[in-house]
Nanobody, 122 residues
């Protein structure tokens, strides 16, 4: 069992930055791929970024070059550094975990946090 708790969401102006944090717990969490997804009301959940247990990362094209995912295995934390934010980045952001990276990309991750709201607006 893996538990995930996000924090760090809020309101930011276009062009600004925000860092999301996800605290994970569970005996085998270090074996999991950790990721971030987001969802706008009325739309499907969208893959944002992932960080595998072996240290590889992957990003959606919409955030590549602006967002960075990084992970602290010792603390069980995963972070999403978001720079050059745009209004279209506004969404609820979810931390997730799965043994398979493809499940995170496809929105079928086994474990999910409760989500944190990010609003980009002037």
């Amino acid at each position: 069992q893996v538990q995930l708790v996000e924090s760090g969401g809020g309101l930011v102006q276009p062009g600004g930055s925000l860092r999301l944090s996800c605290a994970s717990s569970g005996r085998t969490v270090s074996l999991y791929t950790m990721g971030w997804s987001r969802q706008v009301p009325g739309k499907q959940r969208e893959f944002v970024a992932l960080f595998t247990a072996s240290g590889s990362t992957d990003y959606s094209d919409s955030v590549k070059g602006r967002f960075t995912i990084f992970r602290d295995h010792g603390k069980g934390m995963v972070y999403l550094q978001m720079n050059s934010l745009k209004p279209e980045d506004t969404a609820v952001y979810y931390c997730n975990a799965d043994l398979r990276s493809l499940n995170i990309i496809d929105g079928r991750a086994e474990y999910w946090g409760q989500g944190t709201q990010v609003t980009v607006s002037s």
